[in-house]
C-alpha cells in the first residue's frame, strides 16, 4: 500500500500542476508579477509562489483556480528571497519559495515545464 500512496501522491501533484500549464490567463498589460499560495495536495500543505509576467487582471484570474489563495498583484518582477528555483511553463514563469527542490522539480517536470534549479527573479531562467 505505501507504493500505491505515493503514486497517488504524484498523480494528484501532476494533476494540479497540469492545470497551471494549462490555464494560462490573459496577460495583457502584463508587467508585474502574482504571488499566491499554492496547494500540494500530496503534501497537504499551502507553499508561497509567483508567476510572471502577469497583470492584475490575469492575477485575479488565477485566483479562481483550483487549489490557489492569497494572490496579489504587484508591479516588477517577483521576489527574489527564498526562491528554490523557477518552472517555465508555456511562456510563464513561476518562482518557488521555501520548499524542497526535489518536491518543485518533480511537480515542474509532471507540468511538461523547464525546471531551472536556483533561479531567481531578475535572472533569465
Known amino acids: ?38 496547494l500540494s495536495p500530496g503534501a497537504r500543505q499551502w507553499y508561497a509562489a509567483c508567476r510572471m509576467p502577469a497583470s492584475a487582471k ?9 487549489g490557489v489563495s492569497e494572490t496579489k498583484f504587484a508591479d516588477g518582477d517577483c521576489p527574489a528571497s527564498g526562491t528554490v528555483g523557477a518552472c517555465v511553463v508555456r511562456g510563464v514563469t513561476q518562482y518557488y519559495y521555501k520548499m524542497s527542490k526535489a ?5 515542474c517536470e509532471h507540468a511538461k515545464g523547464n525546471w531551472q534549479p536556483d533561479s531567481t527573479p531578475g535572472t533569465k531562467p
Open 1 to 38: 500500500m505505501p507504493q500505491l500512496s505515493v503514486s497517488l501522491r504524484a498523480v494528484l501533484c501532476a494533476a494540479a500542476l497540469v492545470a497551471v500549464g494549462i490555464a494560462i490567463p490573459s496577460m495583457a498589460n502584463a508587467d508585474g508579477h502574482c504571488m499566491y499560495k499554492k
Open 58 to 66: 490575469s492575477c485575479d484570474e488565477w485566483a479562481m483556480s483550483p
Open 103 to 107: 518536491a518543485a522539480a518533480e511537480g
